[in-house]
């Protein structure tokens, strides 16, 4: 293998990684919304 040159086993692990990354940090990510007030507008959270 030389330096630079493509490899599938590194681009699916890769691939893996960044998948398994974003579905582990979803739940978090989704739960921000429950703990801000009513009165909170939507332009203001983003």
């Given at each position: 293998m030389k330096r630079?040159?493509?490899n599938i086993s590194g681009w699916l692990a890769t691939?893996?990684?960044a998948a398994l990354w974003q579905i582990a940090f979803?739940?978090?990510v989704s739960?921000?919304?429950r703990?801000?007030?009513a009165d909170v507008p939507v332009v203001s959270t983003f």
């Open positions: 630079g040159s493509f691939v893996s990684l979803a739940p978090y739960d921000y919304s703990y801000l007030p």
